[in-house]
């Protein structure tokens, strides 16, 4: 039988009774940055283990700018890494931006604050930290005014790919030569085009999504959200007609998580709940299923026994899942709920999967309280 065993960890554990009745809709950016109770508001966006260290980093969202920290799972003890010393109070959080290659962790800025603020922010800071040092340094603000959403880092070629939030534009910075440049457009205004976390098949191509403009239409089509790839090597950017495959009626086919995984193939969790196949050589994907309740399947990695293991469902409904690529199974670890705490997260953003088959999960967006981590250990 397969069993999971849930512990919650805390930074903070602030409730927040206001807002729906006072907040929501109406307070203002700089609002919610003097109250109290938001400024021990968190949100954890992304995660990456360090199997040298044994430490997980997350990328947080805060309104105080301390938005970088890691946890140790031997103790249970988190630590800030100081990011408020660096950055700037327009630095609300490393959103799907958080890559490793070493002892160098790569981040990138996202926003909180409205568009009214955006021509006094600087912009989306692309940045790096050393783990031996303990020191930031900012490579580059690729694109003036606009924060960046994600990157994807290209460890061969030494470049991070980005894209940008409001505007959606696509760039890359090459990192010995400190320098960036735009891409392309990949958002319409319409609906938010580009894919929650990008990434780089066999060859080194960048996956992602960008959505159609229909200037003399009234709305988008099912159709909208399509598959684009960019070849670093030619400078090539492939536009396919095509997306994702779709649920049902309201299903854009977002992409949620994506990742490479050893059979050259790209694996993809949706914002619509299912999980997806996606072949580099061709651009074709295809449905594997539907392995949790409602929306979102946000997080995806391999364990060292080749199976696929994921978080899906949002809403109080998340749920731990494994993926058997030879036989096509699904398997059900069962819903992220620590019994000692009485509760589970109202969704979750990233994960990380450790060797020893324990899944960390981070909470974003709960309304009513901090979010928390969710340590998951599995039994196989």
């Known amino acids: 039988m397969l069993q999971m065993h849930v512990k919650a960890h805390m930074i903070k554990n602030t409730p927040l009774d206001n807002w729906v009745s006072e907040a929501e809709g109406r307070w203002t950016w700089d609002q919610m940055r003097a109250d109290r109770r938001y400024q021990d508001w968190v949100s954890f966006c992304s995660l990456v283990w360090d199997r040298k260290s044994d430490l997980l980093y997350c990328g947080i969202a805060s309104l105080t700018g301390d938005i970088f920290w ?32 070493g002892d160098t962790f790569y981040a990138a800025t996202a926003l909180l604050h409205d568009p009214d603020r955006l021509s006094e922010s600087p912009g989306g800071k692309l940045l790096k930290w050393d783990a031996g040092t303990r020191q930031y340094t900012l490579l580059d603000i ?34 010995a030569a400190g320098k960036s440049r735009q891409i392309a457009y990949i958002g319409a205004g319409y609906v938010m085009g580009q894919a929650e976390k990008m990434a780089l098949d066999a060859g080194g191509r960048l996956w992602g999504t960008w959505a159609e403009i229909r200037a003399w239409e009234s709305g988008v089509g099912p159709n909208c959200i399509r598959l684009f790839c960019y070849d670093p090597d030619t400078e090539e950017m492939t536009w396919f007609g095509h997306g994702l495959p779709k649920l049902g009626a309201g299903d854009r086919g977002r992409i949620d998580t994506m990742f490479l995984a050893d059979d050259g193939q790209l694996y993809i969790g949706t914002g619509a709940g299912a999980l997806c196949r996606l072949e580099p050589a061709s651009g074709d994907a295809v449905l594997l299923g539907k392995p949790g309740h409602g929306n979102r399947l946000t997080g995806l990695a391999q364990g060292q026994d080749g199976q696929l293991y994921g978080v899906a469902g949002d809403c109080e409904r998340a749920r731990v899942f494994s993926y058997d690529r030879e036989s096509g199974a699904f398997r059900d670890y069962g819903g992220i709920f620590d019994p000692e705490l009485g509760e589970g997260p109202e969704r979750c953003h990233d994960m990380a999967l450790t060797d020893d088959y324990v899944l960390f999960a981070g909470e974003n967006d709960n309304p009513r309280r901090s979010g928390f981590l969710w340590e998951c250990r599995l039994t196989r």
């Open 70 to 101: 890691s946890f140790d799972r031997k103790t249970g003890a988190f630590a800030s890494l100081g990011y408020q010393t660096f950055g700037d109070k327009f630095d609300a959080k490393f959103h799907r931006s958080l890559e490793q290659d």
């Open 142 to 175: 690729p694109i003036p005014h606009q924060y960046i959403q994600s990157i994807a880092l290209d460890r061969r070629r030494g470049i991070l790919y980005g894209a940008t939030f409001p505007a959606e534009i696509l760039f890359r910075h090459d990192i």
